[in-house]
Each structure stands twice: as structure tokens, then as C-alpha cells.
């Protein structure tokens, strides 16, 4: 599935704030990625985050 | 002999669908009918809307693969070869056995139809096989639906550079890579963004309005006061005018335009001579201007005949050499002046509601085209010289009336994007195209405003945030009505996120997989 910019936000928003509140990242980390925020675009590009969308019909 | 029935649209589309086919109709055909024939289907029972070729009538009897126009009480069975789309018929126009004329068709008729004139099939193309193929193609491999416009360009494109196939799978897949690109998100606010697209060049706008330079001055509403005109959906804008395009051989000819302009334009007694009261003896007097009448080619008799119009009492009207006397018959100041006013007016000839006409070079300057003062679509479509298709007006309300919604959308874009056009203002007709469909979703021309779109609201909250806060709290209160908290303005006042853009996504818990 591909994601509008509007879901693609919204998934690493929470994924970051889920990091930034303590929760175990879920892939192994560059050195150089230390920001919750990064982290969590990091996950999304390699397709870790297990948050999808509910779409309306 | 023709058949005329009243059928629904829904078997009107199977027929078509599935013809040649076998149609069981709930009527007996008792006369002899000389086949094949055609049968004329209506559908409000005032006109006739398709024409089927019939070519061979029976007894009803079930049979596999046949419509039915009802599920009980049929009777007969007719051949359908065809059915054709064509452009309406008034029932008025076919004649019974008996030489009187058809009036409305409520069930069955049998008629005849007069005049065979040329009956105007509507076509339907269909795709094309290349262009049916290229389509699905595309949707299976990327799984996008382009639009028709762009199948058609790039086939033509394919044609026209001789294209490999390999070439072609490049174009279309940069097509739909762009496409794509411009395809809006779902939940993106486009309403907000058309309305600033609009306002903002809105605030660089003239506010006041002025007239044309040229030998022929006419006062036309531009700038902002007609950008507001057009989106309020005023019933009649300040200042309507008309392009009248003619027909070919007239067109080309300024007399012959001219012509036809003296036609259009209503011109009034006041127009071409003074009205004079005369207290004295109770009388009104005409005193012809020789050069205004010779201007626009009327005679005395003209005037005369056209004082039969009024329908004032009895009037006796004395024609001396260089005026026209109407007396009373009974005095009395109240008429006098009443007579006063219905001669002042009194349309000699034209075209109601058109106060000017002028014949000017198009800008192409190939043909000569009457513009006026003042708009009557309807009565202008109807004079035989009128090139109804390219004849315009500025009244949008007035083409909604006689031409369709359709039309009159396409009116609001034109009209918008061309006084946005001339104060040098560039908005993209996709803002514009937005307006004009919300005004015209519902089948007629509304108001962007408290009196049309906003006023028409569900929610009570969202209402009470644009105007008149009290009246609809109110009334709201008092008919215990409900919000359901779906559009932005309510979720804002209750302090939720709106459903637009981040704020209308649902997030769910996706399980690995194992």
C-alpha cells in the first residue's frame, strides 16, 4: 500500500513519539541516528513500524 | 404507422444494451402494421426521446433472453433491430389516424409522424479497440485509470512521432509518473486553498467598475464587483450583455447583420419621437423624430399599428401630418397620465430586455458580430439567422434556464476566469472548476454565501460559525437538532482534530508477519 504525505506524517509522528517516550527500536541503528524523529523515519523507510491506516471505504 | 409508448430509462438502457433483441410490452397491437416501422419511445410522455426500428410484431410468449417492460400483463412481443438517441420530438407533431394531432402519450398511441423534417441522431462513440487496450493496459501495470483525454493524446502522440514500441511504454510511463505527481491527496483541504487561490489575487482587483474604450462604449461590470456577481449567482448581473454570433452568408455581410441587429433591439416610442401630454383636451401626442425613425427603420404605420397594442379602453387615434393625437374617450387626469406612461413605453419591435444593439468587426476580423445591451437568450436563439452555438451571454442564471446546469457551469468558469483574465490575474481554472461544480452540484445555480452553499450546511455549529450565530443556535435548541461532528468548523469549535490532511488518518496495529 502506499501512503498519501498526509498517513506517511502521521505513522512516523507516533513511531517517534513512542521512541521518544522509551520504547525499544525495532531495527539496528547507524551511529550518527540519535533523534527520536529520525529514528522513526528511519523505521518508516525500512518498513519496520508495524502502524498502518484504517482508509475509509 | 408509428408506435409511441411510454417506457422507463432503465429499459430503455437494456434495449440498448442487448438489441437486437425481443421487447415484451404490456399492449395489444390490433391494427396491421406494415414492417419494418419505427417506434418512437417517450419518456415524460410530451416528447419523443429514442426511436427503435421494430421488425416484427407477435403474440407475447416467454422466451429466453427477452426484456420485459413490466413483470405481469404482457401481451405482445416486438423486434427491436436498433434504438437510436434522438433529439427530442414534441408528441404535438404526429397526427392520430383520424388527421387530429397527438397530445400527451400516457401509456400506448398509435401516430403518425407529420413532418419527416431531419430527425437528429445523437451519437455515442465508443473507445476505440487501440484505446480500450492502452487503457486497461495501463491500469493493470500500474494501477491507474487515466482519463480518456489522455489515452487519446498519447495515441496521437505515438502516431505522430512514429513511436517504437519501446519508446511508447517510456511516454506513458512518464505520463502516469506525472499524472500521479499532480493527483491531489485525499484529505487535502482544496476548498481552502481554491478560496485563497481566488482572494488573494482578488485583493489586486479593480473595485470599480468602467467602461469600455472604443467607438462603441458599452458599460460592462469587470474587476471585483463582477467576480462577486458571478459567485453570489445573482438572478440577473448588473450589466447583461449578449454576443450574438450570425450564421454563415449572413455573417460576412454588415448590412445583412445590421439587419438582423434592428430586429433584436427593442425599440420603444420614446426611442424615436417625443410624447407629449396635453391637458387641454385630454389627448397624447406623438411627434415623430424623422431622423431617430429613419435610424432604426421604422415607419408611421409602425406606430400606429403599435398603438393598437394598448389595451388601456377605448382610444381614437387621429394621424395628421407630422404627429399622431390619441384621445380618450372619457376624461379623466388619472388615465391621461396612465395613457402617458403605457405610450411612453410601448415596444414598437425587438427583442424584450435588449436596449442596445451594435454590429462590430469580431476580433478575428473575419466576421461581423451584433453585441447588446441587455440579454434575452431565449427569444435570441430563436430568430432563424442566430448561431446558436456560439452565441453567449453573461447571465449565468439565464443560461442555467434554457441551456442546462451543465452549461451554466461551464458559464461560471468562463466568466470567472476571463474577468480574472483581464486584469492580468493568473488563477488556475482547477480552483475555479471547484466553485463552479459547488455551485452547481445540486442541479441548480447557488449562492457561495449564507444564502446558498454555507446556509445549507448539516451541521448546526458550522453554520452558527459563519453568520447570524444567534438565529441558528436558536432554532436549533428549539427543534432539538443534532451535530454529528463530521466537517472541520464543528471538530474546531468542540477542540478535535479536523478531519483534513494528518488529522482525518486512523492508525491501526499492524501484527508482523510470521
New interface residues.
Partial sequence: MEY????K???I??RALQISMGAPVLIHLPEDIVDPLDIAMYEFEKGV??????RAK | MNLLWKDKIENVDKIRLNAPVYYAVDFEIKKEIELPTYGYITLKGSEANYRVKISEIRPYENMKGIIKKTTKKLKTLLKIEEIQDISAIPISEFKREDGTYLKRITKFSYGILEEQGEIKIKKFEEMSEEEKKLMEDIEKKYGIKLPYSIIQKLLDAKEEFSLKKSEFNKVVERAVEVYKKREV????AVGIVAAQSIGEPGTQMTLRTFHYAGVAEMNVTLGLPRLIEIVDARSMPSTPVMQIHLKEGIREDEDKVKEVAKKIESTNIIDVGNVITNIADMSVVIVPDKKKMENRGIKKEDIVEGLSKLKLQKLTVEIEEDRIKIKLSEPSYKKLYQLTENVKSLTLRGIKGISRAIVRKSQDNREWVIYTQGSNLKDVLDIDEVDGARTRTNNIIEIADVLGIEAARNAIMEEAINTLQQQGLNVDIRHIMLVADIMTYNGTVEAIGRHGIAGEKESVLARAAFEITAKHLLTAGVLGEEDKLRGVAENIIVGQPVTL??G?????????KR
Avoid at chain 1, 4 to 7: M, S
Avoid at chain 2, 185 to 188: G, I, L, M, R, V
Avoid at chain 2, 504 to 512: E, H
Fill in positions: 498519501t504525505r498526509f498517513e506524517a502521521r505513522i509522528g507516533a513500524i508495524p502502524i498502518t491506516v484504517k | 491527496d485525499p484529505y487535502e490532511g494528518t482525518a488518518v486512523t492508525l491501526i496495529y499492524k501484527p508482523k
